[in-house]
């Protein structure tokens, strides 16, 4: 689906016009495509009082580590 306010304000003219409005300009989103890494950077793991799955997640997401 195509987003027309965030075509309008990432292009020059609708850019000046939201600034000076106040209004946001939403990110835009990085899609995953075949053949890609999950991450393209640094992925910050947490973990709260009673992590069930703090584990298999952290293996999983640095098994190419180790």
Avoid: Q
Avoid at 1 to 24: C, E, H, Q
Avoid at 28 to 51: C, N, T, Y
């Amino acid at each position: 689906m195509k987003d027309r306010y965030l075509d309008f304000v990432n292009s020059p003219f609708g850019n000046s016009i939201a600034r000076t409005l106040g209004l946001p300009k939403p990110e835009v989103l990085r899609r995953h495509r075949a053949g890609d890494a999950e991450f393209g950077g640094m992925a910050a793991i947490g973990a709260g009082p009673s992590p069930m799955l703090f584990d298999a997640l952290s293996s999983a997401c640095c098994r190419r580590w180790a």
